[in-house]
Nanobody
Framework: QVQVVESGGGLVQAGGSLRLSCTAS????????MSWFRQAPGKEREFVAA????????GYADSVKGRFTISRDNAKNTVILQMNSLKPEDTAVYYC??????????WGQGTQVTVSS
């Protein structure tokens, strides 16, 4: 069982920035693929960004490319989502996901991000 905990959400004006953090338990964190998803009210949960264990590969949804950056610190079991130039349409609950092995995914409880216009 992997425990995943997000933090860093809040309220920000359009054009502002927020930094989300996610910690995941386990001594083999460095081997996990880590991802961020989000879910806006009335919408399906959608992929935002991911980073593989080697930190050589990252992926982003088209809607956030150039504005969001995912990174990780394996020494701290932490993955960061730096969100810049935020838009009202970025408002959602953001979820961190840990994939210790293919086919297994553990979710955090989510953190609310609200962007006011």
């Amino acid at each position: 069982q992997v425990q995943v905990v997000e933090s860093g959400g809040g309220l920000v004006q359009a054009g502002g920035s927020l930094r989300l953090s996610c910690t995941a338990s386990g001594r083999t964190f460095s081997t996990y693929t880590m991802s961020w998803f989000r879910q806006a009210p009335g919408k399906e949960r959608e992929f935002v960004a991911a980073i593989n264990r080697n930190v050589r590969s990252t992926g982003y949804a088209d809607s956030v490319k150039g504005r969001f950056t995912i990174s990780r610190d394996n020494a701290k079991n932490t993955v960061i989502l730096q969100m810049n130039s935020l838009k009202p349409e970025d408002t959602a609950v953001y979820y961190c996901a840990a994939d210790p092995t293919p086919g297994y995914r553990y979710w955090g409880q989510g953190t609310q991000v609200t962007v006011s216009s």
